[in-house]
């Protein structure tokens, strides 16, 4: 039959597409369940097959309806429980679905294309791959006769049972080819496709002895009887019309018309059935149908037995072979995959879509009315009217495209399982938010990238199953897509839980090929080494895969991911695996951007790149913005941006608006062609003196301009002279870009450049803006390699590697807030702030002695008093009107130290020594502001003062019958001692150690004594937290309550400590909280 | 008319048109004067042959008929693949044998 007209085929394509999609996963299902079988779920692929099958064979695609056919015949036995779906089946459906899929995307050639190997294999399936007694399920003969006796079929019950199965009714027809057909001017052929296309043909017979012998008279063949056992949906009622044929010559056979026959089963697979008796009656005895007649040619059944012969076999190794050998043929087909130029729409969304093109011409009828009126009123009203049909519109229009991503998800089951057999690994995916839907056109691109970042955390991820469990893990892998919607973004990520990527050697390998200098591997990041993987060239040398474990084309991912305007950040730990997670547009025909201007052009870039916005003003530029070699950065909180400067990156006129007669003028201080001096690329920053000396020194052309000055005094200090930032990241780096102003973030529509333009890199497109004026769409990534970004980056890592540095120099002499106050002449003291509770000013005079004690009244109560010079030999306090209270809130009570001004707080970074003035009450001393400062001790103070103030306390911990211990880990000796006296005073018996690896030790050594842990935060060797987590890591002493002592406390030290398991914090030497703490933290454990 | 081709203990016949109802008659008189004639092997070469109605089918069978009481056998060659669907689906291949116009196919 010819093919039939190009819009039936063209459905049934699609349909059989979709069909298909489905297919590979239920498959996967399938296997997964092995011998317990979901029924629902083979059905499903069953039916898939069948209406494959039957379109294929309507349409006369003699090719795709035979495969189809021996496919559905194998997934009729896996769902009679005959065949095991075994991997090895399941591979050889699968391969034919793969050539099924090829046939219906080539559907124009499928009829000439080859088949056989799989015909071969699904055929040795079906005939001997099933245990013997079971084998009898397919050959099970049952006798089909008519309640009249006389007729008989002898059918396989599985042809009958299958019919029961799909509903449908069985039937025995009986023509005439004479009458029925002949006579109605048919022939056979035409009443076989007749009712091939409205059900199945399970058997025929024509029944010969009707006809007679050839010397018969010729008026005898008057009758050819042709009895078809018919298998269909369609009702008795109307089956008989449908064939066109009396209905007394249709039979419904019914379940009493169906007896199991006894025959002998043959053993063998001979294909020919050779008849040798003209006896209806004898020949059904003696020859049962095969069910794989179409099988019978000498070669096909060869090898169709070869398999089978195989599959039976115990041994694995033929069996694998055989199929590799039957595979190799077929792996990879070479499907040409035509983009389908059709999509499918919900109805609803047709039915909006219409509602809103009838508003959309019910507004134009009311435009071209109120035009004539000239209205002004009226055309705002239709104005608006228009603004929201068009935005619906176009809503609905977008939607219209949308496509989930399941559909290209549905596809990494199959690739999953496929590289985890072939490489001998174990790998469950999970697939989460196949609903979230993206433009047709992403989830087109975003497949091949996907696919490769799938293979990749299969093949380098996921590690060998004894690797996994030598390193802890569960034998099976896990890798998980996931897809979910964030800020009008869809974000995917793939993440395993395999070896992760160690950026030490991704960094050397880089160095190795000569990608990066040594120096620029020491200061790069763990996520800039990680994202080495990105460099092109990188990828190539095959070496470096067996090295790093990834990188094979990662280059060609971030490119295509780029070209769709997405993001791609890999998050990995080395030993736990690797997240890579992609941010993609919903769409990409209209993006949310933001407007930027320069000069008089406007410039869009698209919201996904930028994280936020900055604007200095023109007096805190020469703060904010630093430079670090020739490269100006600026500091945005902890971190240091690289700035780049738009004009000079697109070789744009420096212009600058005047603020006083707001006109526009070239910006004096910097030209295109020195955009690489080493002079500040910030306008309006540069106004002391060495800045222009440089200037002056290296450019001569400037002089011209010196009677514009004045001017500028005024334009630094104007809001037009702030500096704008917008902060964009390409995912893998994040820099400053700075433009001449922030205009609207809009909604642009996005038009492709011009061929002209295509070589431009730093423009991804263009668009259109409300005024008619064309904006170029800037590409942050082009934009930073035009800037050669990348060596911008490293000299940024210098910079916050010299500033690390420093804080950590800082961080040995222990920061610390401490209250600087004067007591004698010339004698500085200093206590920590934190101790203190307030400062107050009072009187001299007001100072009453109550009981040989100082108080003074305040607020109704009276405040002891007291001087250092009591309990120190300190200089006693000056004589003087003004006195300066400094108020302690010690357990419970107040106390005020009596001081001289000028007091004051200060953040100071000490050496402090703690033998030349140590005595009671002074703890050390230390040089601040060039002044030797003894340094309180306020407890040990009040102490000598008040003994009965602490007594209390004391009791409660000695009456315990054993002495608490405390490991103690501090690197500061000063403070390591201090820390021991408060604890050991308070009856705990300490343990002490100068750094974590040795506090790590000696707990371990003493691993029965300490009942909790106090650490000190930054340490050499092995720091608190790190102690933390390797107390907390450990089953022996992860019930130990762990107390850091710190004198940075930040939110984020918190909150990693919290995370790292440190129970709680303590600001250095407040002895107070630190005792209230211990007591807690042991009272609970 | 139908060619008629001997060789050694066996005997083709080769009709040169569509076995019709108009052309029936003509064949079966063919057939018959060759059954007649002693031929037990007998061959009919379809290679000619794209379409066979009622009445040819019937001929067909009746020429199997007629060999099978002498202990002869009928055999249909060259069938195109429709055809040769046809007679599959027939159940004919039970009586007659058949072989396609290539042997290789299915």
Redesign the interface.
Known sequence: MSIQDDETLQLYVEESLEQLADVENDLLIIEEAGADIDIEMVNKVFRSAHSIKGGGGFLGL?TIK?LAHKMENILGLIRNHKIVPSPEVINILLLAFDKLRELVNNVDQSNGMDILEH?VALTGLMSVSLPLDEKKGISNMVDVRLSDGGIIFSVSEFDISQAKKNRMFIYVVEYD??HD??KKGK???DI?REMQEVGN?I????D??A??????D?SL?NR?P?LVLFSSIIELDSIGSVLDINEKCIRLVTEDMVAVSYEDIPSTTEP????TS?QIES?IEE?P?KLD?????P??HAKAEAISEALSMEEDIPTKKVLKDIMTGIDAPTIKSKATASIRVQLSLLDALMTLAGELVLSRNQLLQVIGSYDPHDLELIGQKLDIVTSELQEAIMLTRMQPIGNVFNKFPRVVRDMAKSLNKEVELTLEGQEVELDKTIIEAISDPLTHLVRNSVDHGIEMPDERIQAGKDEQGRISLRAYHEAGQVNIEISDDGGGLDEKRLAAAAVLKELITEDQARVMSKKEKINLIFTPGFSTADKITDVSGRGVGMDVVKTNLDKLGGVIEIDSQIGEGTTIRIKLPLTLAIIPSQIVSLGKERYAIPQVNIDELMRISANKVKNKIEKVGDAEVVRLREQLLPLLNLADILGVERTYVDSKDGIERRDRRTKIADRRSKKSLIPMSDDDNAEEDLETSTEESNLSDQNERPEDIDRRYHAKSAVNIVVVSTGVFTYGLVVGGLLDSEEIVVKPLGRHLRHCQGYAGATIMGDGHVALILDVAGIARMAELSSLESIHRLAEATIEKEIDKKLIHEVQSLLVFMNGENEQFAVPLDQVARIEKIKAKSIELVSGKRVIQYREASLPLFTIDEVANVKPLEDKEDLKVIVFNITGKEVGLLTTGPVDAMEVSIEIDDTIFRQTGIMGSAIIGEHTTLLIDIYEMLETLNPGWFTGREKTQLEKDKVTTILLAEDSNFFRKKVTKILKDEGYDVIEAEDGMIAWNLLKEHADEVSLVVTDIEMPNMDGLSLTLKIKEDNRFSHLPVITLTCLAGEDDIKKGEAIGVDDYNIKLDRESLMKSIQTHLHKS | MSEIIREENKITIRPNDNIVASMSHELREELLSLIEGGEKGLIVDMKDVLMIDSVGIGVLVAAHNSLSKCDGKLTVINLTEDLYHLFKTMRLDQHLELKTSDELKY
């Not at chain 1, 007649?293 to 040619?297: H, S």
């Open positions: 003699e035979e015909i080819l004479i057909v002949q022939t056979p052929i076989v043909i058997d025929s017979k024509v010969i002895n006809v007679g012998t050839l010397d018969s010729i063949l050819l042709f020919k059935l050779k008849e003209i020949e020859k149908l007649e179409k099988v019978d040619t070669e096909i």
